[in-house]
């Protein structure tokens, strides 16, 4: 059964890592029927993760999907949770600059929820300074609208 | 006389499958409960379970609406879908745990999981996968489902998984391979009528010939649900309507059996409740077929 066990591991392994697009198709498969199921993996981790982190997907708009595309090039197994597979590729776009506004919010939400610390202030303008509040209930959120952008005061 | 001495043996048939079946609770018509259609379940008053994505619920955080179900008499099955216990490694006794604590919180009658693997060693495939249907991996599937079994207080019910590629050098059918697994471990079998007509569909296969090779008094409920065809390909995607194709095979099914219960799987582009409800009523119409068929037959 040992034996069978490290055979088998070795075998799925190496079918895991073709259909994420790592390494050559383990022989003896047909492989267009892994290409599709490839193409069908993908599918069904970028759909989880746009519908987990609706937002930042929302604001990518038609850009989701490339975009989507070259974050599982750099990482190429989904998280086994989408929302923490959505988690890792807000903090990629934001490494990347490329996190819109209302991205960010969405990750500074999930930044509070996780962080040690009650609270946080978050400047996500520069006129509006929003404010996140860990409870128990959750995440709550309110902002407040500046009337004079605040790089002016230094003018 | 023929005719009336097959009817006998057809009746005779049919009480001793439901011996077999004492084990399995009537479950009734059912739906898999997600939080974008629990307003619709509610008021559906013609439920009797709905299924829980046991990796979606915390056992000590389990919403209101699903208590207030079962409150009702609604029954909650508890479904994993990530044990991979078709996978290499032993399983992880936390994710049988889970699922054994969210029966015991609410009082399922049976858990349910696949006959697939989802992850190899730390790389997660995302979905779930076939095996290689060889007596090797079946072994440590028994195996794999035995320690599930362990950890589990109430039955553990295997489902068929559809399926858009096979492995090579297969030593038996589809068929043989979900019947052994689920008879060597003497577990309930999930039937999902969808992947059977997927795979039927896109690996050149036959749903009627797989279904008459199955232990259907084994049957513990059924799943169906919709998908779409995409380049050639079927896609099992729950995300769309239930196909005329696949509630015909379900009629087909019940035909065949008596199932204790039925369940919509629906998991993305929700209906409206005008639309979910006229799709759980096709569903209870196949089903309510062969509940009347089945009383004629022991009257």
């Known amino acids: ?155 | 006389v023929a005719a009336a001495g097959a009817e006998a043996v057809d009746a005779a048939g049919a009480e001793e499958d439901d011996m077999k079946r004492l084990n399995h609770p009537q479950l009734g018509l059912g739906i898999g409960w997600r939080p974008e259609l629990a307003l619709d379940i509610e008021r559906r008053r013609d439920l009797g379970f709905v299924e829980i994505v046991a990796e979606n619920i915390d056992p000590d955080a389990i919403p209101a609406s699903l208590l207030k179900l079962r409150e009702a008499g609604v029954q909650v099955i508890p479904h994993g879908i990530s044990l991979s216990l078709g996978g290499a490694e032993p399983i992880d006794p936390a994710r049988a745990r889970r699922l054994a604590d969210l029966a015991r919180r609410l009082d399922s009658p049976l858990v349910s999981e696949h006959i697939a693997f989802v992850r190899a060693g730390e790389m997660e495939a995302g979905h779930l996968l076939p095996l290689p249907r060889t007596n090797a991996a079946l072994r440590i599937l028994i195996d794999n489902v035995k320690m599930a079994r362990e950890l589990l207080d109430v039955p553990l019910a295997l489902e068929n998984i559809s399926a858009l590629f096979e492995w090579p050098g297969g030593e038996m059918s589809d068929a043989e391979f979900v019947s052994r697994v689920v008879e060597e471990t003497d577990t309930g079998l999930l039937l999902d009528v969808a992947n059977v007509w997927a795979n039927a569909r896109n690996l050149d296969g036959n749903s009627i010939v797989f279904l008459r090779h199955l232990p259907l008094e084994r049957v513990a409920y059924v799943h169906v649900a919709g998908g779409e065809e995409r380049d050639g390909t079927y896609h099992d995607t729950h995300a769309a309507p239930v196909s005329r194709d696949i509630l015909d095979l379900l009629a087909e099914l019940c035909q065949m059996t008596s199932i204790p219960g039925v369940m919509l799987e629906r998991d993305d582009h929700f209906p409206d409740s005008q639309q979910l409800n006229s799709e759980l009523d096709a569903i209870a119409s196949a089903f309510a077929q062969r509940q009347k068929r089945s009383v004629t037959a022991h009257a």
């Open chain 1, 1 to 155: 059964m040992r034996e069978d066990r490290d055979i088998l591991a070795s075998e799925q392994a190496a079918l895991v890592s073709a259909l994420h697009g790592i390494g050559q198709p383990p022989s003896g498969f047909d492989t267009d029927h892994l290409n599709t199921a490839a193409d069908s993996l993908a599918r069904k981790r970028a759909r989880s993760v746009q519908k987990t982190w609706p937002a930042t997907g929302e604001a990518l708009g038609r850009n989701f999907g490339r975009i989507f595309q070259s974050y599982c090039a750099e990482h190429p197994a989904p998280d086994e949770n989408p929302f923490e597979d959505g988690y890792r590729f807000a903090m990629w776009l934001e490494r990347k600059r490329i996190l819109p506004q209302e991205g960010r919010l969405e990750l500074a939400r999930q930044r509070v929820a996780r962080s040690g610390v009650p609270r946080i202030l978050y400047q996500i303008t520069h006129r509006k300074i929003l404010f996140l509040f860990r409870t128990r209930e959750g995440v709550r959120t309110f902002h407040v609208r500046l009337s004079l952008n605040p790089a002016r005061l230094f003018e």
